[in-house]
C-alpha cells in the first residue's frame, strides 16, 4: 500500500495562495484515485507573521472541508502532515475540531 505525497508544502492559510493550493489538493485526489493510493498527505506550511493563530487554523479548516467531499467520493484520505508551525498538535487539534463542526461528513 502507498501513499501520495502533495509536492511542497500547502499554504492554505495564506489567502495569496489558499485557491491555487486547493485546486493542486483536488488534483492530486484524482491522481491518487486513479493510481489506486489510498491517501495523500498535505503539509500545513507556515503560519502567516500577519495572521493570528486562530485565523490560520479557520482558514486552514476551511481548505480541508473544501476537499473533502471530492476525497471521500474518490475514496482518498487526506492526512496533515506535521511540521514547520504545525508541530503543535493542539493547532492540527484545533482543525480537526473545527472541520468536524462544521463538515458534512454523515
Not at 501520495?4 to 495562495?17: I, V
Not at 486552514?60 to 508541530?87: K, N, Y
Request: net charge negative; hydrophobic share 35%; with cysteine.
Amino acid at each position: 500500500m502507498f501513499k501520495l505525497n502533495k509536492g511542497g508544502s500547502s499554504r492554505y492559510a495564506d489567502p495569496a495562495t489558499a485557491r491555487e493550493n486547493i485546486e493542486e489538493t483536488l488534483r492530486c485526489i484524482d491522481l491518487a484515485a486513479d493510481i489506486g493510493a489510498p491517501r495523500i498527505r498535505v503539509f500545513g506550511a507556515k503560519i502567516p507573521k500577519d495572521v493570528t493563530g486562530e485565523e490560520t487554523i479557520k482558514r486552514v479548516a476551511e481548505a480541508l472541508r473544501s476537499v473533502a467531499d471530492h476525497a471521500r467520493e474518490r475514496g482518498i484520505v487526506v492526512c496533515m502532515e506535521t511540521h514547520d508551525d504545525w508541530c503543535n498538535p493542539e493547532y492540527v487539534s484545533e482543525v480537526m475540531r473545527t472541520m468536524d463542526q462544521t463538515s458534512s461528513r454523515s
